[in-house]
C-alpha cells in the first residue's frame, strides 16, 4: 500500500523553464511534507518542506504548494538549470501518535535539465 | 567531515553470509533510521530507533535486525543474505519531531 505516490518516473525540462514535480498521498493523517534530492553516490539531502496549515513554501527558486483537499503537493523550480537535474523525492510524516517523526518516501521522479 | 558516515560503501557478499552495515553520526540526534532504496519503490524504512534504548520496526524488518551501541552508533546486519536484499542502504538522523532526516551517503549491497 503505497501512501506517498509520485507517479511521473521521469521528467525532462530546457534550462531556464519551470519544472513541477508531483506528489500524491493517501493518508489524511500526514501533517507535514517535505522534498528531498537525490544526486548519484550521494545521500538524499533535504530541500523544502511544508506544515499543512500552510499552502506554500517557497525558498529561492524552489516553491511547494499543498492542496490538502486533493491530498496533492507539488514542487516547482523556477527557473530550472540543469545542476537541478538529479531524483527528487517526497517525503510526509504524521504529528503526533506512534509514527511521530517517521517519513514515508515516494518512489522518486528523475529530473533531467537540458542545457 | 561529513556528519553521517557509513561503512563500507560497497559490499559484494554470497548467499547465506551474515553481513554487518555500519552507520555512525556526529549531529548529536537521538533518533536513527535505516532504509533500502530499490528502483521504483523510493525509500522503504527498514528499523528506526529513537533513542539508544528504544528500536522499532520498519515497513519491511523481515530478514533484518539492528543494534543502538550508542546515541550516535546504529548498525544494521543481515544474518543471512539473500539475493533480493541486493539494494542500496541508506542511514538516516534527525532530531526531535517530524523534521528533515539527515541522510548517510549510502552502502551498495550486492548479494550473489
Known amino acids: 500500500d503505497q501512501q506517498v505516490k509520485q507517479n511521473s518516473p521521469s521528467l525532462s525540462v530546457q534550462e531556464g523553464r519551470i519544472s513541477i514535480l508531483n506528489c500524491d498521498y493517501t493518508?489524511?493523517?500526514?501533517?507535514?511534507f517535505l522534498w528531498y534530492k537525490k544526486y548519484p553516490a550521494e545521500g538524499p539531502t533535504f530541500l523544502i518542506s511544508?506544515?499543512?496549515?500552510?499552502d506554500k513554501n517557497e525558498d529561492g527558486r524552489f516553491t511547494v504548494f499543498l492542496n490538502k483537499s486533493a491530498k496533492h503537493l507539488s514542487l516547482h523550480i523556477v527557473p530550472s538549470q540543469p545542476g537541478d537535474s538529479a531524483v527528487y523525492f517526497c517525503?510526509?510524516?504524521?504529528?503526533?501518535?506512534?509514527?511521530?517523526?517517521?517519513?514515508?518516501f515516494g518512489q522518486g521522479t528523475i529530473l533531467t535539465v537540458h542545457p | 567531515d561529513a556528519d553521517v558516515t557509513q561503512t563500507p560503501r560497497n559490499r559484494i557478499t554470497k548467499t547465506g553470509k551474515r553481513i554487518m552495515l555500519e552507520c555512525s553520526q556526529t549531529k548529536g540526534h537521538d533518533r536513527m533510521y535505516w532504509y533500502r532504496q530499490d528502483p521504483g519503490l523510493g525509500l522503504r524504512l527498514i528499523y528506526y530507533s529513537f533513542d539508544v534504548k528504544d528500536i522499532n520496526k520498519g515497513e519491511i524488518s523481515d530478514g533484518y535486525s539492528v543494534s543502538r551501541q550508542a546515541q550516535a552508533k546504529f548498525s544494521l546486519s543481515l544474518e543471512s543474505a539473500i539475493p533480493n536484499q541486493t539494494a542500496l542502504y541508506f542511514c538516516a538522523t534527525s532530531g526531535d519531531g517530524p523534521y528533515e532526516q539527515y541522510f548517510g551517503p549510502g552502502t551498495r549491497l550486492t548479494v550473489t
Open positions: 493518508n489524511s493523517m500526514f501533517d507535514y
Open positions: 517525503a510526509a510524516s504524521e504529528y503526533g501518535g506512534t509514527s511521530y517523526g517517521k517519513l514515508t
Open positions: 511544508i506544515s499543512s496549515i500552510k
